[in-house]
C-alpha cells in the first residue's frame, strides 16, 4: 500500500492518504502512520468505510486498551467501547447519543487520574455545514509562549474539577448525584507536560472550564487559565475539520485540545462513533 501523509496546516494535522481502515495494517504501515500522528498531532482519514470490531481493533493498536465512558447510556449496544455522539433519538425517543458534549476546549477524559492517549471519532452522518471540531496543537503553544510566560508557569500544577465545572458544562443537564459526584474526585496535572512519546513540552489545561491552579486563589487562576488559552486559541495554532461523511480523525490528546461545535439539531443529522484509546501511563 503506498501512503502519504499531506499536512493540513504549519502546524498541526496531516491527511493520510491511501491507508484503508477497514483492512487490517501491516507493521510498517501501522508504524508509518503512528509516527505522522505523533508529528502532526491530528491525522485524517477521508472516505472510509470501517465496521465497529475494525475500529475497535485498530484504535486499540494504538493503546493498552479502550475507555467505556462513564455516559452509559450513550454507549454503543453490544460495544460500550464506543460511545455515541449524535442528535438522533431512537423510534421510542430515546436519544442514541450525547449531543451537546466536549462544546469547551478539552482533551478526553480530562477528569481521570490518567486521561485519555488518544481517540478516534468517525463520522457516519454529518451535517453538510458547521458542527466542526476546532482542534489546537498544544506543543506548538508552549513553545511560542513568551519566555517570563514560561517562566511563570512553571512548576505550577492544574487541578481538575469535574464536579465544580458540571453546572457550566452542562448547564442543561440535570445536576450530579452524590453517587456520581463521589465517581469523580479532583485530579491535578502539571501545567506543562512532557510528552512520553516525542519528548515534547505541552501545555496541559484539561478542559477550559473545568482548571484551576493549585496555590493561587480562584480568581487568580482562572484569570491564568484565560490568559494561556486565548493564547493558545490564535488560529496560527489550531485546525477546524469540516466533517464529511466518512472521516476519521484520530487525535493525541496528550498533544492538542479541541472543541466540539453547534449545528443545526432539527434539520440535520449527525452521528458520530468516538473510540477512546488508554495508555495506562501517568501523564509527568
Ligand atoms: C469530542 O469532544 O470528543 C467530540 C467532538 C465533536 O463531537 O465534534
Redesign the pocket.
Known sequence: MSIEFRPITEVIGAEAIGVDLSRPLDDETFSALHQAWLDHTVLLFRGQDISVERQKTFSLRLGTSLDIHIQTDYLLDDHPEVLV?SNLKTDDGKPVGTKD??RHW?S?LYWKDIPAKA?L?YGRECPPVK?D?LFINMGAVYEALPEETKRRIDGKKVLISRVRSWPIDYPHRPPLTEAEKANLPDVVHPLVRTHPETGRKCLYIGNEASAWIVGMDDDEGKALIDELMDFARQPRFGYAHKWQAGDALLWDNRSTM?C??PYDEINHRRL?Y?TTIMDGIHPA
Do not use: F, I, V
Request: glycine letters at 22%; proline letters at 0%; a neutral charge.
Open positions: 455522539l458534549g466536549g478539552h478526553d481517540s471519532l458542527g471540531t479541541h466540539a461545535t458520530m468516538r
